[in-house]
């Protein structure tokens, strides 16, 4: 696709959060299992994630209807008493199959995971070592993710700088047990707000899990999760992606621009995301040093922001590298092709003030939906092609026709990338 160097005016409405969605998803399923209830959760949006997370609840038996962005969880057939395996294609979705595993060792029954070969290069070895613990089997093939047993109550001790999908598969299951748990997360906590954010919506669908410190949950065995009505809120993820476009006015001591306006968002969400307006306006009035180990998925676009302002050092970077691309290395690289210099480190990255001119090649977008949504937002300014457009049907399947609406110049658009259906 070429983006053409245009300004994007306009207002739109947020998508759905996908983070959010994937929550209310399995908890409106596994409300179902025992009373058979419906639940209806509004404002979805099928990206290939939350695609990927209906095909693992359908394949737990779950029974739904979508329509007009709406899916209606009916209750579980008899797929979950009947069948001898599991088969969960989590396809590239990271949190589909952290969140299953945990649910897979709940039912009991043998289970296979499969998905892309780079999601399933991703480390696993917090399942892995609580699979040891408790006798469970876990292991890793080239058919994919092979595991089986039962989950039992316990005292689970974790790192507290991993992955908080692991945090949140367990919470999933947890106060299912017979017996009472708690998770304890030792040294930092980070992405909290992920966890967090799992807690409002249990606590919707009727079961509590709560902090007790600041490194302890306390989940109480044998709750039961009860049907409910609920609403995905707007996605302060991909909201950033569309918000950018104000800040990329740089030069003197000129305010950001108000030429885009993103409606939907719940200004009380638990999201940690919602902290990149409070980051683009320190990148946009001056160099400015930031921590994103809350909020690692805003890495690139924050990289970009610096990139077409005053500069930026980051810190919290490590976990980049295992994303769909290795997320802070490909940005330095692409970022190059610009003309900004960058300084790559292991857990920190330094985006120096730079002249920006039009990439003399093609950029990469890596097939990383949010390292091509990040670059395009720098196209904006320079013009240019990039390759791996698709990418963004993972998390924002109409990003294209948004910022086309808005007035961005776009050629070489594949008719499904500006498709409206839902």
């Not at 245009?6 to 998508?15: F, H, K, L, N, Y």
């Not at 395996?85 to 296979?112: K, W």
């Not at 305010?255 to 009380?268: F, H, I, K, M, S």
């Amino acid at each position: 696709m070429r983006i053409e160097k245009s300004t994007a005016r306009g207002s739109v409405m947020a998508p759905p959060s996908k983070s959010m969605a994937h929550r209310h998803l399995i908890c409106a399923a596994l409300a179902s299992i025992e009373s058979g209830e419906q639940s209806i959760v509004h404002n979805i949006d099928l990206s290939e994630d939350i695609k990927a997370t209906l095909s693992c609840l359908k394949e737990l038996g779950a029974e739904f209807e979508i329509s007009d962005g709406n899916v209606k969880i009916c209750g579980m057939s008899g797929a979950v008493a009947s069948g001898d395996r599991f088969v969960f294609n989590c396809n590239e979705s990271g949190s589909t199959l952290r969140f299953f595993i945990p649910i897979a060792y709940y039912f009991g029954l043998p289970s296979l995971f499969k998905g892309s070969p780079v999601l399933m290069t991703r480390p696993q070895d917090i399942y892995k070592k609580i699979a040891q613990e408790q006798k469970l089997t876990f292991l890793q093939t080239e058919e994919g993710i092979v595991t089986a047993g039962r989950l039992q109550a316990s005292n689970f001790k974790l790192p507290g700088n991993i992955s908080s999908q692991f945090i949140t598969g367990l919470l999933y299951v947890l106060p299912l047990l017979s017996g009472d748990s708690s998770i304890e997360l030792t040294g930092g906590v980070e992405s909290k707000p992920y966890i967090d954010m799992t807690l409002q919506v249990q606590a919707l669908f009727g079961v509590q899990a709560s902090w007790i410190n600041e490194n302890t949950l306390k989940i109480k065995g044998g709750q039961h999760y009860k049907a409910y009505e609920s609403t995905v809120e707007g996605d302060y993820s991909n909201a950033a992606f569309l918000e950018a476009f104000n800040f990329l006015n740089s030069e003197g001591d000129s305010a950001p621009l108000e030429n885009v306006c993103v409606d939907g968002l719940n200004p009380d969400s638990l999201q940690g995301d919602k902290i990149y307006r409070e980051y683009f306006k320190a990148l946009h009035s001056g160099f400015a040093k930031l921590d994103i180990s809350d909020c690692p998925d805003l890495g690139p676009i924050l990289f970009v922001m610096a990139a077409a302002n005053n500069g930026g050092e980051f810190t919290g970077t490590k976990r980049l590298a295992i994303k769909e691309s290795n997320r802070g290395k490909v940005m330095c690289q692409e970022l190059e092709k610009f003309g900004v210099k960058t300084q790559f480190e292991d857990n920190r990255i330094i985006i120096f003030k730079s002249q920006l001119h039009t990439p003399s090649e093609k950029i990469e977008g890596h097939n990383d939906h949010r390292i091509v949504m990040s670059l395009v937002t720098l196209l904006t300014l320079t013009g240019g092609e990039i390759t791996d457009t698709h990418a963004v049907n993972k998390s924002f399947p109409g990003y294209f026709k948004v910022i086309s609406s808005l007035g961005i110049a776009l050629s070489g658009v594949a008719s499904s990338e500006l498709s409206s259906e839902k």
